[in-house]
C-alpha cells in the first residue's frame, strides 16, 4: 500500500479548490483513502500520462476533477502533485 505525501503545491490547489467548492472535500478524502488502499481500484481509473507529463500518473476523482501523481513504486509512495479539472492538470 502506498504512502501519500502533499506537495506544497497540490497543497495550495487543494485548499483554493475547497474553498470554491466546499462540498466536494468529503468525495476527495474518500479517493485518496481508497488510492492508498486499493491504487488501482476501477473507480480511480489509475493511468499513466503521456507527452510532457510521461513520469506522472492521474486518477480521477469524480467526472472531471483529477489528481495528478509522482508515483515511486520502489518506494512506496505516491507524491500527491496537482490538483483540478481535466482541462486545468494536462
Same mark, same amino acid.
Given at each position: 500500500?502506498?504512502?501519500?505525501? =502533499?506537495?506544497?503545491?497540490?497543497?495550495?490547489?487543494?485548499?483554493?479548490?475547497?474553498?470554491? &467548492?466546499?462540498?466536494?472535500?468529503?468525495?476527495?478524502?474518500?479517493?485518496?483513502?481508497?488510492?492508498e488502499?486499493?491504487? =488501482? #481500484?476501477?473507480?480511480?481509473?489509475? &493511468?499513466?500520462?503521456?507527452?510532457?507529463l510521461?513520469d506522472?500518473? #492521474?486518477?480521477?476523482?469524480? =467526472?472531471?476533477?483529477?489528481?495528478?501523481?509522482?508515483? &515511486?513504486?520502489? #518506494?512506496? #509512495?505516491? =507524491?500527491?502533485?496537482?490538483?483540478?479539472?481535466?482541462?486545468?492538470?494536462?
Open positions: 500500500m502506498p504512502r501519500l505525501f =502533499y506537495t506544497p503545491a497540490f497543497e495550495r490547489k487543494y485548499k483554493k479548490l475547497l474553498r470554491a &467548492h466546499p462540498g466536494l472535500k468529503k468525495r476527495i478524502s474518500e479517493r485518496l483513502r481508497l488510492l488502499k486499493d491504487p =488501482y #481500484a476501477a473507480v480511480l481509473r489509475f &493511468h499513466s500520462l503521456e507527452g510532457p510521461d506522472l500518473y #492521474a486518477v480521477t476523482i469524480d =467526472y472531471d476533477l483529477r489528481v495528478i501523481i509522482d508515483a &515511486h513504486f520502489d #518506494a512506496d #509512495a505516491f =507524491y500527491l502533485v496537482d490538483i483540478g479539472s481535466h482541462d486545468e492538470v494536462y
